[in-house]
């Protein structure tokens, strides 16, 4: 069945490059995104990738995607407090008219 | 911008009283999402609905139904709710035929209920 991993926690000091790792299960997946999670808040769309790249660089983010071993992980360089938050990877099913599959989820803890 | 709206950020309600949760999006999507976000279990999908009046089970939908009356509302309903639903309620849409990145879901700010 379908299904997206992570770890549950991570923990860095401020200044340091974090890396979150996701493992996912559908192949036909077209789009691959990271959402994030501040305390008491929704989720909001961080990045994504489209499956037939490899990296995708957004400022302090850099998406890595191995499709062969279906492996997805978010680094965040020069790791602020104010990155605290839950990471959630998600899958995009390739069809019209379902849902996105989360990841359980990552909480990032950034200690000063 | 996108806006889905959830109409409280927390409820307390008792045991076996009928729950309404409300979730309305401004953005014309035919998506409609209703998760439940349990520490160690992520988000767990209870329903969804494509269109109006149209509804599809999700991984969890013991317990809970769900009302798409117009385009732009989705409803979760607790019909007698118990303390095993003590939990953070996300809402979320999307649009149903996506392009590129247009399958990305927008959520709502959350709705903590706890029942008592």
């Known amino acids: 069945g379908e299904d997206v991993e992570q770890s549950l926690f991570l923990s860095v000091r401020e200044g340091d490059s974090s890396v979150i790792n996701c493992t996912y299960t559908d192949s036909s997946s077209t789009y691959l995104y990271w959402y994030k999670q501040e305390p008491g808040a929704g989720l909001q769309l961080l990045t994504y990738?489209?499956?037939?790249?490899d990296m995708k660089q957004d400022q302090r983010l850099t998406v890595l995607l191995n499709k062969k071993d279906k492996h997805l992980s978010l680094r965040i360089a020069d790791t602020q407090t104010g990155d605290s938050a839950i990471y959630f990877c998600a899958e995009n099913p390739n069809q019209a008219g379902t849902a996105l599959i989360f990841g359980k989820g990552t909480t990032l803890s950034v200690s000063s | 911008d996108v806006k889905v709206t959830q109409s409280s950020r927390y409820l307390v309600k008792r045991t076996g009283e009928k729950v309404f949760l409300e979730c309305v999006q401004d953005?014309?999507?035919?998506?409609m999402f209703w998760y439940r976000q349990d520490p160690g279990l992520g988000l767990r999908l209870i329903y969804f609905s494509y269109d109006v009046k149209m509804k599809e089970k999700g991984d969890i939908p013991e317990g809970y139904s769900v009302s798409r009356e117009k385009k732009e509302r989705f409803s979760l309903i607790l019909e007698s709710a118990s303390t095993n639903q003590t939990s953070m309620y996300l809402c979320?849409?999307?649009?149903?035929?996506?392009?590129?990145?247009?399958?990305?879901?927008?959520f709502g700010q959350g709705t903590r209920l706890t029942v008592v």
């Open positions: 953005m014309d999507h035919e998506n």
């Open positions: 990738i489209f499956s037939n790249m």
């Open positions: 979320a849409s999307s649009l149903f035929f996506w392009r590129d990145y247009e399958r990305e879901a927008f």
